[in-house]
């Protein structure tokens, strides 16, 4: 099993750009959320979904938008990137909410210039 | 809303040292309650956790007791190593949404 797939690793982009990170899990997990890692601030919730075609929004939703089409994927849009979005993006997957273990991706390094 | 308090990093210790990292919570229900382990350079790992009241989680040396009374999900290990250099995060969650984390604690353990 691959897990908690993130792509890309890595991205560069110019203040303005738009760009999706893109989070796929093969273990039929309902249970998918995206966090931003900042230095001194943890982990901060951007946005979840409890199943396909539901989502919601976390304690940081601003300048993100999200859509859950299938159990598989959870892609994270960043509708026009501003440099206070630089920042490590993690993707976590669960096959249940309360009391179910998350399993994370390995993250994506954004860097917004 | 919910929330999760740790104690503030860094935390220095000697190879063998005791370790106690303290993680208080704030929250209206009955929340499942977790640690997260980060590598440097890697994603968060699962290392123990605790769905109700007294439970205790155990992983790799590590406990942490589930107490109510006080809100509170410490947690310690008997004997640090220097592979347990690592980043700590307390989290908690609740049926229906998502994982809410605190702001993590940075164990160093020197030999």
């Known amino acids: 099993n691959a897990g908690v797939t993130q792509t890309p690793k890595f991205q560069v982009l110019k203040t303005g750009q738009s760009m999706t990170l893109q989070c796929a899990q093969d273990?039929?997990?309902?249970?998918m959320s995206w966090y931003r890692q900042d230095p001194g601030m943890g982990l901060r919730l951007i946005h979840y979904s409890v199943g396909a075609g539901i989502t919601d929004q976390g304690e940081v939703p601003n300048g993100y938008n999200v859509s859950r089409s299938t159990t598989e994927d959870f892609p994270l849009r960043l509708l026009s990137a501003a440099p206070s979005q630089t920042s490590v993006y993690f993707c976590?997957?669960?096959?249940?909410?309360?009391?179910?273990?998350?399993?994370f991706g390995s993250g994506t390094r954004l860097t917004v210039v | 809303g919910d929330s999760v308090t740790q104690m503030e990093g860094p935390v220095t210790l000697s190879e063998e040292a005791f370790l106690t990292i303290n993680c208080t919570y704030t929250?209206?229900?009955?929340?499942?309650l977790f640690w997260y382990v980060q590598y440097p350079g890697e994603g968060l790992q699962l290392l123990l956790k605790?769905?109700?009241?007294?439970d205790k989680g155990s992983n790799k040396g590590f406990e942490a007791t589930y107490r109510k009374e006080t809100t509170s999900f410490h947690l310690e290990k008997g004997s640090v190593q220097v592979s347990d250099s690592a980043v700590y995060f307390c989290?908690?969650?609740?049926?229906?949404?998502?994982?809410?984390f605190g702001k993590g604690t940075t164990l160093s353990v020197s030999s």
């Open positions: 605790a769905t109700k009241a007294d």
């Open positions: 989290a908690l969650n609740q049926a229906g949404t998502a994982l809410i």
């Open positions: 273990m039929n997990h309902e249970y």
């Open positions: 929250a209206t229900g009955y929340p499942s």
């Open positions: 976590a997957s669960s096959y249940t909410g309360q009391g179910g273990s998350y399993t």
